[in-house]
């Protein structure tokens, strides 16, 4: 894997941030938004054909939330297995409380 890179080198102004009032994406659905505390202060460049960037934000819940950004792909295929996944996660729940 390549070393990280250092986000005040990439976006000096996404590593400025601390306490945001915007909401952490994602996690709309909740009784009380998940702001935007910081960001992590390493992005990891994955060792693929193109290169996803890893990037970590800090909640306001406490808890670190990491995102993968993908360029120059069709995103299509990638939302249809998430999909796919989400419908497997539910149906291995379902069954263990069968059990």
Do not use: W
């Amino acid at each position: 894997m390549q070393s990280p890179l250092s986000l005040s080198e990439i976006s000096p102004h996404l590593a400025a941030i601390q306490s945001s009032c915007i909401s952490m994406p994602g996690h709309t659905q909740q009784d009380e938004p998940v702001l935007l505390e910081s960001f992590c202060l390493e992005v990891s460049v994955l060792p693929t054909k193109t290169k996803p960037k890893k990037i970590s934000m800090m909640g306001s819940d406490g808890r670190k939330h990491t995102y993968l950004f993908k360029g120059l792909e069709d995103l299509h295929l990638d939302e249809r297995i998430m999909q796919f996944m989400a419908i497997v996660n539910n149906m291995f729940a379902k069954a263990h409380k069968h059990q």
